[in-house]
């Protein structure tokens, strides 16, 4: 009798500690849901113009919510945020026929993307008016720089000085004015991103890349004469290599559409720049990333690089055998 | 003594009792409301719950830019004419990236409805996802192309019509989802055939929305030249500028003209001919519609270039086949 009553005495005394305890550690992880419940129930009650959330259950693995877009802004760049870092795109152009065709499909991607500034560098002695206006309808915020490649870099020169990358200058160009023209010290946060004019990009890969803190890197499909090439990503996170077929073992085996460098790190280096002469096929990224980061400190995105965010795709060069010598069409049309 | 000591005890468990019990409730109390958090509160969570915040902020700025242009705006948005843009396309390398830029110029455009029809004996999970997540209203068919129709590996392009099945797949469904919703609003509306591998730039579709019978405009890159397009004079389409055979009925590209809802749905018989010869794939669909008079030109009177026939190159995957006789392909599981 006496055992059971201290029993039921012990069970008393013990019931309300363990009951609070347990509330007590439910009451620290709640207000936290209850937050984001909030959050995405106010999503919704807007009428217009709304972004419907689709979250991942574990935000520890995810930083980035996956945004849907149900009703949407037409034709507008999305209104400058202080606190998103911001991307500067670099891309490097030259006139030929599909130039205007691929800089309007590129800006009509662009314009989806909050907080982008697009630096794109003509290859030539001035720049062109179908670029200064085809940037200025865009309504986009841009920089229009240009710089001309000497001529014997661009013809398919003799062994002893080979042809140079495409494009190399111009970048060089653009890493320079971003150097010039900011300051390392009181800048809004940047990601800087190399985007060729003719290359395909999902808007995802723009939010993949934000959150860069020194290079983030990502599949690129359609390099390499493979359907993608990506970087090997170990169980901690980490790259340790590249799944390429084309020499593997280049310091880093990716395209340039592969990568992303926070502007922080572009500022502290500013000796590094895109190497101009004497650079082996394939080897042009390297030359610049080399002198920025080591493989360890790489940042794999697109779910540890397991999807493809961007495609190298190209364009044909259209055949304009009608025009015949002296140009059948009126030149006064651009195209 | 013991029954005192007893009584004392006795009380004291009774307040330990009332205690625990008040504390419980007090406890219990505070679940529903929020406490502060910033002991608990990891950076990634409240990076999170910052950006969020911007977001809002953000969405907040976009309504009030919105709703300060709304009366300025002419019509408001419901009586736009939709535009029934007509996709075919079909499984290859490219097929996601194509579909991918084609969307982001899409969505820039008010009042679309993209009709993807799929040359396939069924709808693919790739584009079926992907028209999930685009953001835009779509419809989704499938048509398989007959197989003596089809181009096989290694056919030049021009030697057989594409995309015919499949445009005359989206005519059909277009005509009987109309069918089914009478009433002059659903008749509202054009339709438009917009190959995914071409470049649209999004003025295009403005030029297009009012299109009244058949408008035309010129295309850039196409006909072996760099553009062709309609002369048109007084206001009137007189003739075609065009490299190669000028002396078809309507010597365009598919990506030159839109037609209104109104005059498919009048025609119901009117749809695109594969036996036709090469080039006269669009003569055979507009013969019947209209005449060359009744054209109206659009673009500055067809003096501008909106829309370019890019093609896309076919990615080399010599490494990629080698890889695969090796049994070391690329992972298939990841989407390209």
Redesign the interface.
């Known amino acids: 009798m006496p055992k059971r009553r201290d029993i039921v005495a012990i069970v008393l005394i013990v019931l309300p500690w363990t009951l609070l305890i347990t509330v007590w550690h439910q009451s620290a992880i709640t207000p936290l849901l209850a937050t984001r419940k909030d959050d995405r129930g106010d999503g919704r009650s807007n009428s217009r113009n709304t972004f419907a959330f689709k979250e991942s259950c574990s935000p520890q693995n995810r930083d980035i919510v996956e945004v849907v877009r149900t009703e949407y802004v037409y034709s507008r760049p999305p209104p400058w945020s202080d606190i998103l870092p911001a991307i500067h795109v670099i891309t490097p152009t030259y006139s030929r026929p599909v130039q205007k065709a691929e800089l309007t499909r590129l800006a009509n991607t662009l314009l989806h993307v909050p907080n982008l500034h697009w630096i794109l560098v003509e290859d030539g002695q001035k720049r062109t008016p179908l670029v200064s206006r085809l940037l200025r309808d865009t309504g986009l915020n841009y920089t229009h720089l240009n710089v001309e490649t000497p001529r014997n870099y661009k013809v398919r020169g003799d062994t002893r000085d080979p042809r140079i990358p495409r494009g190399t200058i111009q970048r060089n160009l653009a890493l320079r004015w971003l150097r010039e023209t900011f300051n390392i010290n009181n800048s809004q946060a940047g990601i800087v991103y190399f985007a060729d004019d003719d290359n395909t990009y999902s808007l995802e890969l723009f939010e993949e890349m934000r959150s860069t803190k020194k290079v983030s890197v990502w599949p690129v499909a359609f390099v390499g004469g493979l359907r993608y090439e990506s970087p090997k990503v170990n169980t901690f996170g980490k790259v340790y290599g590249w799944k390429t077929v084309f020499d593997p073992h280049r310091p880093f085996a990716i395209d340039m559409a592969g990568f992303a460098v926070n502007l922080r790190l572009i500022l502290s280096k500013p000796q590094a720049y895109f190497k101009l002469r004497g650079v082996k096929g394939g080897y042009q990224e390297s030359s610049l990333l080399k002198e920025l980061v080591t493989l360890n400190d790489l940042e794999p995105k697109a779910s540890n690089c397991t999807k493809v965010l961007v495609w190298h795709t190209r364009t044909e060069k259209p055949v304009l055998v009608n025009e015949g010598k002296k140009g059948f069409t009126d030149s006064n049309v651009e195209i | 003594m013991a029954t005192r000591m007893k009584l004392k005890l006795k009380t004291v ?1 009774v307040l ?2 009332m205690v ?2 008040l ?2 409730v007090y ?2 109390m ?2 529903g ?3 502060d ?1 910033t002991e ?2 990891m950076p ?2 409240r ?6 915040g ?6 907040e ?3 009030k ?2 709703s300060t242009k709304q009366p300025q705006k002419s019509q408001p948005k419901p009586s736009l004419p939709t535009i029934f843009v007509i996709t075919p396309t079909y499984a290859r ?2 097929q ?3 579909l ?2 084609l969307s ?2 899409f ?4 009042q679309l409805h993209w009709i993807v029809v799929e040359d396939s004996p069924h709808k693919t999970p790739l584009v079926s996802e992907f028209l999930a ?1 685009s ?1 835009l209203p779509y419809t989704h068919l499938h048509m398989p192309t007959a197989k003596d129709r089809k181009l096989q590996e290694g056919d030049p392009s021009w030697l057989k019509p594409r995309g015919v099945e499949q445009r005359n797949e989206g005519l059909r469904w277009l005509r009987e989802d109309r069918r089914a919703q009478p009433g002059g609003d659903s008749q509202q509306g054009v339709v438009y055939f917009a190959d995914d591998d071409n ?4 003025p295009l579709f403005d030029e297009m929305r009012n299109t009244q019978r058949v408008s035309v405009w ?1 295309v ?2 196409v ?5 062709e ?1 309609p002369v048109v004079e007084g206001g009137k389409v007189v003739r075609f ?1 065009t ?2 055979r000028p002396s078809r009925p309507f010597p365009m590209d598919m990506a030159g003209f839109a037609v209104s809802l109104k005059l498919v749905l009048a025609n119901p018989e009117a749809c695109f001919d594969g036996e036709a010869p090469m080039g006269f794939l669009e003569s055979s669909f507009l013969q019947g519609l209209v005449t060359m008079d009744e054209l109206e030109p659009k673009a500055d009177n067809c ?3 909106l829309v ?6 076919k ?6 086949e ?2 695969q006789a090796q049994g070391l ?2 992972d298939p599981a ?3």
């Open positions: 468990f330990y009792f625990s019990l504390g419980l406890a219990l505070q679940l409301q929020r406490c958090c608990h509160d990634k969570d990076t999170i719950s910052r950006l969020r911007e977001l809002h902020r953000l969405q700025k976009m309504r830019a919105e390398l490219v996601k990236a194509e991918t830029r982001q110029t969505l820039h455009v008010p997540k953001g470049t649209y730039s999004v010129p850039g890159l006909g072996g030249m760099k553009y397009r500028h490299g190669w003096s501008k270039v370019w026939h890019t093609r896309t190159e990615p080399k995957m010599k490494r990629e080698a890889l392909g690329s990841v989407e390209v």
